[in-house]
């Protein structure tokens, strides 16, 4: 057990370097969504429409991006996968206008779903299968720490500098994640052509449909707040830049704690972990608009909601690796699609409650509403799946 861990950490430490950078570049444009805006002159849900050109890219990228790089080995795929990165941080970075920018972060998106997905599979198959959803956490931990440090000095880095240059900074995280990958992953043997066909009936499962259903609305949730939490805190806790920042690190800490307790909660069951986070997740979000009046009820708030939010990851990502056992690869990275586009509906639901002048209040009561319908889907599959269990036995 010992020799498994000290075997696990170089492999696991690199794929969190991979996720700190796409966590930097996924998660900073909200900070720096009124930057963006004024920069590219467009309006702040216009702006907004970035975050979930990501998020489609990303939807679509994942399952095209895994067929494609499934017949290379691991190594090669993922770094691979972090040059494309690379590239797309660069092209934002030098984006003349609006539509220019739209169209690099759909081609830096289509790095981040098979990235995850395959990383999920190799953290997965480093360790002892009791303890893979803690490993899958692991990885993600690069992705809640990229919003303690990547996102904030992002932030910052853009309203100091420039928004080309946050951009540009993100990309020599590419560069190195490509380094680290190289070194820690062994070369291994070149991949299989996958089975497209027998793959693809494994994902029309209804279990693993509701899986994925239930990571959509989870990250739609999320992302109902995350979009425009900057907007949001400048309206309604009048907060200033240097708060803003110190509210996305605050955030960053959330998810960090969320996601090492999600994965802890997961190892011991999948559907208990999703259904108490979700839980959690939806009360925060109703309660927020009472709560984020003042600095110190906004701080603590989108602590504990950023601990609730991300702590959904691990059992979500794990539940539908599952629930689609035959092809864990390309369920893996679907889902971090399903998740994206959670993302993208999330982003425009908040925009549509801004557009109807509903105000930024209402914004994380929407994204309440979201997460008690994803807590909703998890009872209805285990309701399903008590008789198929019994009928097993």
């Known amino acids: 057990m010992q020799d498994m861990k000290q075997g696990s950490r170089w492999p696991l430490l ?60 691991k190594r090669t795929a993922l770094m691979a996968l972090m040059a494309i990165f690379t590239i797309g941080n660069l092209m934002s970075a030098m984006a003349p206008d609006y539509w220019t920018l739209l169209l690099a972060r759909l081609v830096t998106s289509l790095n981040h779903g098979a990235f995850f997905g395959l990383g999920a599979v190799v953290a997965a198959s480093v360790v002892p299968r009791d303890k893979a959803a803690s490993a899958v956490a692991t990885m993600f931990m690069g992705l809640t720490i990229a919003n303690v440090g990547g996102v904030p000095a992002a932030t910052w880095l853009g309203q100091q500098i420039g928004w080309r240059m946050s951009f540009a900074a993100t990309a020599v995280l590419g560069l190195l994640a490509i380094a680290a990958l190289w070194m820690a992953l062994p070369k291994g043997e070149p991949g299989q052509r996958p089975d497209v066909r027998r793959e693809l009936k494994v994902l029309i499962r209804p279990e693993v449909v509701v899986a994925m259903l239930t990571t959509m609305l989870g990250a739609s949730a999320m992302f109902t707040l995350y ?167």
């Open 14 to 73: 690199a794929l969190a370097i991979g996720a700190f950078g796409i966590g930097t570049t996924e998660f900073s444009p909200m900070g720096l969504l009124p930057v963006i805006a004024d920069g590219v002159d467009v309006s702040i849900p216009t702006a907004g429409m970035l975050v979930s050109a990501y998020a489609l890219g990303v939807m679509i990228g994942a399952p095209v991006m895994t067929l494609l790089f499934s017949r290379f080995g």
């Open 227 to 393: 979009t425009y939490v900057a907007p949001m805190l400048e309206t309604l806790t009048a907060a200033s830049g240097g708060f803003v920042t110190l509210s996305l690190m605050l955030i960053g800490l959330g998810f960090t704690a969320g996601n090492w307790l999600g994965g802890r909660v997961a190892d011991w069951s999948l559907d208990g972990a999703a259904a108490i986070f979700l839980a959690a997740l939806a009360v925060i979000m109703l309660a927020a608009p009472l709560l984020i009046g003042s600095h110190v009820g906004a701080a603590v708030t989108l602590l504990i909601w950023g601990a609730a939010a991300f702590a959904i990851v691990p059992p979500v990502q794990m539940r539908v690796m599952q629930a689609a056992s035959e092809a864990p690869g390309l369920a893996s990275s679907i889902n971090i699609g399903a998740f994206n586009l959670g993302n993208a509906v999330g982003a425009a639901v908040g925009g549509a409650v801004i557009s109807l002048g509903l105000g930024y209040a209402a914004v994380p009561v929407a994204g309440g509403l979201l997460a008690a319908v994803g807590l909703a889907l998890v009872w209805l599959g285990r309701r399903k799946a008590v008789p198929a269990v019994a009928c097993s036995a």
